[in-house]
């Protein structure tokens, strides 16, 4: 089969353009006329010259970033609110996109809607560019016929997403550097430093204190075996990776990781944010409750909260009220609980779950911008403890032969 582009115009006398695959000319000429579209041109496109095999799978692979995500759906919201054909919109972004992963993703949604299918079907098709809770907004849309403001509500969620995202990072960047820092100093005086001591010692033929054998033990292991070493770190890093590819294994580190002093009120809280405003969006795009459980708990990102969350889906199913079941799956404090019980009774739910989402976020901001002075006086006391030990270890013995000296 051949690929041809085509125009025509439509039953409202608007020009369509596209690409396809077919057999010949007057198939897609048929298939034009059967859609409603009056064929105009109709031409065969050259046979390009085939792409090396590992550079057409390295295009492939992958899928948008938070931020070509964003900015795809701020494009697709404006050119929706102008009025703008799907079709044509889809083409004048794939025109003026460099991003390789977005042209071939917009070229297959103009395929796939040139067959008669709708956006949402086009988008579940591309599971690793768009997930459920995405496709099932914009589902809810079409049927809604609210698709200009479904875009807004997308934008306004993957906008918060990525704010809760940079503020973790931006929260662990600061304890992480200091880590790898103390690792490779502690590196650096095991193999390079203590080995020159070591052979001091070794001349002198004295009893070295207990802390000092120690350390000369590790470094000559270090030295000597530096190779396993190695490799039990990354046979280490390699299980700890298979460990949380098991669905109990990322729900026991999910769990862990709220309970860490200082990083686990911050992971909580952004989680809870997540929870809250995407529960209120998808609510007041007009999505079953129950259906909005099941979305947004792919959206929190920690299987902890994941789990407590289809714990809240069973007991809408079962007929009890938001308060109970949020009272039994333990993840909300006192005011959130008092927050919900208001929505419910005024049938205000959306709106009080999104506020819930803004003080969380506001609370996310200042809990990482104080989060560098909360931690360094914690991070200082590990490195002079380490320190004292290596400089106790290391002059304890040339402390005791000076005493020796004095005293002969």
């Not at 560019?129 to 306004?156: K, N, P, W």
């Not at 995202?165 to 929260?171: C, D, E, R, T």
Request: charged content about 20%; overall charge positive.
């Amino acid at each position: 089969m051949d690929n041809f582009t085509y125009e025509g115009r439509n039953q409202r006398g608007e020009l369509i353009k596209g690409k396809i695959e077919s057999p010949n000319q007057q198939a897609v000429a048929q298939w034009m006329l059967g859609t409603g579209i009056t064929p105009v041109m109709i031409r065969p496109i050259p046979q390009a010259k085939p792409q090396p095999q590992w550079l057409t799978k390295i295009q492939g692979q992958g899928s948008l970033s938070p931020t070509e995500l964003l900015l795809f759906t701020r494009q697709m919201g404006t050119m929706v609110k102008a009025g703008l054909p799907l079709l044509q919109a889809l083409a004048g972004m794939q025109k003026s996109s460099t991003n390789i992963r977005l042209v071939a993703l917009l070229g297959a949604i103009r395929e796939d809607l040139d067959k008669g299918l709708e956006l949402s079907t086009a988008m579940a098709r591309h599971p690793k560019f768009f997930d459920d809770y995405y496709v099932s907004m914009i589902r809810v849309g079409e049927g809604a016929g609210q698709l200009e403001e479904i875009f807004v509500r997308l934008f306004a969620q993957l906008e918060f997403e990525r704010d809760m995202k940079q503020k973790i990072k931006g929260a662990l960047r600061y304890p992480t550097f200091v880590v790898i820092a103390i690792s490779v100093a502690i590196g650096i005086l095991t193999i390079f430093v203590i080995p020159v001591f070591a052979k001091v010692y070794t001349s002198m033929k004295v009893q070295l204190p207990p802390l000092t054998r120690l350390l000369l033990a590790v470094s000559d292991f270090a030295v000597n075996y530096w190779w396993l070493v190695i490799a039990v770190i990354m046979t280490a890093i390699y299980g700890f990776r298979l460990y949380l590819k098991q669905s109990e294994g990322r729900y026991r580190w999910d769990k862990f990781k709220l309970k860490l002093p200082l990083i686990g009120s911050i992971l909580s809280k952004a989680g809870i944010a997540r929870f809250c405003l995407s529960f209120s969006i998808a609510c007041r795009s007009g999505v079953p409750i129950d259906q909005a459980f099941t979305l947004v708990a792919k959206v929190v990102d920690n299987a902890f909260y994941e789990k407590r969350i289809h714990q809240m889906r069973d007991g809408i199913t079962r007929g009890e009220t938001m308060l109970r079941i949020a009272q039994s799956a333990g993840i909300f404090k006192a005011m959130e609980l008092q927050m919900i019980a208001v929505g419910e009774a005024t049938g205000e739910m959306e709106k009080m779950m999104a506020q819930v989402a803004q003080m969380y976020q506001e609370e996310v901001q200042y809990e990482v911008g104080r989060l560098g002075s909360a931690i360094e006086p914690i991070l200082l006391a590990v490195m002079g403890g380490l320190v004292l030990l290596l400089m106790l270890g290391i002059f304890l013995p040339l402390w005791d032969l000076g005493q020796l000296a004095q005293q002969s």
